[in-house]
């Protein structure tokens, strides 16, 4: 993930952002270059190509060589998917997961309520299918 010239521009607004960790990856001997390809920003591409030619995959994988030919010379990609998330970012997890918990709580019992309505013989109440469909999109955010 990153922005285009992201990091000459914010230098140009005084901003010299500090080493957190060092990397210590050893570069190979040769002078081929390196492309550092993101796993996880081709997922879309490699989703709708094995989804389209489910059937032949050797086809699909054709294809994906192919497009991996355009940022340069397969033998010379080093593939890589984003680890863990950042720890400062850990808080923020923590909260999502915590409404997600509370939405689908709150989605079990608006549906218990329906199911318990249905049950009795009485017809359900619009009110109650907008409790049940907001409770779980709110699950699903």
């Known amino acids: 993930m990153g922005l285009k010239g992201i990091y000459p521009w914010l230098r ?3 901003y010299n952002p500090t080493l957190r960790r060092p990397m210590h990856h050893r570069l190979p001997d040769n002078p081929q270059p390196i492309v550092r390809v993101d796993v996880l920003s081709l997922f879309t591409k490699i989703r709708r190509i094995y989804t389209k030619h489910s059937d032949d995959k050797t086809r699909a994988h ?3 060589f192919e497009h991996l030919k355009k940022y340069g010379n397969p033998s ?3 593939f890589y998917v984003d680890g863990a998330p950042a720890f400062e970012k850990k808080e923020t997890h923590r909260e999502r997961n915590e409404k997600h918990v509370k939405a689908l709580k709150n989605a079990k019992v608006a549906i218990e ?4 309505r249905v049950s009795q013989g009485k017809p359900p ?3 109650m299918f907008k409790n049940v469909d907001n409770s779980l ?4 955010k």
């Open 12 to 14: 140009k607004k005084g």
């Open 62 to 64: 054709s294809i994906l």
């Open 125 to 127: 109440t619009k009110q």
């Open 137 to 140: 999109r709110g699950g699903f």
């Open 76 to 78: 010379h990609m080093v």
């Open 113 to 116: 309520m329906l199911s318990n």
